[in-house]
T-cell receptor
Framework: DQQVKQNSPSLSVQEGRISILNCDYT??????FLWYKKYPAEGPTFLIS?????DKNEDGRFTVFLNKSAKHLSLHIVPSQPGDSAVYFC???????????FGKGTRLSVIA | DAGVIQSPRHEVTEMGQEVTLRCKLI?????LFWYRQTMMRGLELLIY????????DSGMPEDRFSAKMPNASFSTLKIQPSEPRDSAVYFC??????????????FGAGSRLTVL
């Protein structure tokens, strides 16, 4: 049973518009969440995170929103740029040096 | 620091052969994770170590898979014998884990394995 789900395998957005990537989780024990970005032939790289005590975290063009009651988080990229084209993984964890659980990823294509 | 270093980057082998994947952690990191990426299952955890000790290997698919961490900076993942269904990208990741903190993993570039 998948604990972290990314239901959209792919997303296409025009350059300059907003990209919204969604993620749902089932385990209420998760207390922090992360987004990773992956380019072809490279490993995933950390992008942004949010603690379960917050509902929003912003870093430049990237904002992550957390809705604990719905067990849902989303990543907003504004404005989207062609260099943002990559696979984005949502991940969740429990504090205490335990592994992250990843979703299957969403491939974002930003069209110029 | 050069980051997490994995080798080989690509391996093509025949069914039944032994495969050894290698990983060098970031200096100072104390936790090591092996993940496998496939189209069907995404990124799935195989095994992880804290301070060189294997903590959870429940993700290792079969006895054909084994992992070791002979010292604080190096790990191997071995598949013997390999099968076509083992074809995937294998990622190693490390972190400076703590009992109370969030675990932000740093990944290597991956080893793409193809078993014919």
């Amino acid at each position: 049973d998948q604990q972290v789900k990314q239901n959209s395998p792919s997303l296409s957005v025009q350059e300059g518009r907003i990209s919204i990537l969604n993620c749902d989780y089932t385990n209420s024990m998760f207390d922090y969440f992360l987004w990773y970005k992956k380019y072809p032939a490279e490993g995933p790289t950390f992008l942004i995170s949010i603690s379960s005590i917050k509902d929003k975290n912003e870093d430049g063009r990237f904002t992550v929103f957390l809705n604990k009651s719905a067990k849902h988080l989303s990543l907003h990229i504004v404005p989207s740029q062609p260099g943002d084209s990559a696979v984005y993984f949502c991940a969740a964890g429990v504090r205490g040096n335990t592994p992250l659980v990843f979703g299957k990823g969403t491939r974002l294509s930003v069209i110029a | 620091d050069a980051g997490v270093i994995q080798s080989p980057r690509h391996e093509v082998t025949e069914m039944g052969q032994e495969v050894t994947l290698r990983c060098k952690l970031i200096s100072g990191h104390n936790s090591l994770f092996w993940y496998r990426q496939t189209m069907m299952r995404g990124l799935e955890l195989l095994i992880y170590f804290n301070n060189n000790v294997p903590i959870d290997d429940s993700g290792m698919p079969e006895d054909r898979f084994s992992a070791k961490m002979p010292n604080a900076s190096f790990s191997t993942l071995k598949i013997q014998p390999s099968e076509p269904r083992d074809s995937a990208v294998y990622f190693c990741a490390s972190s400076l884990g703590s009992l109370s903190g969030a675990n932000v993993l740093t990944f290597g570039a991956g080893s793409r394995l193809t078993v014919l």
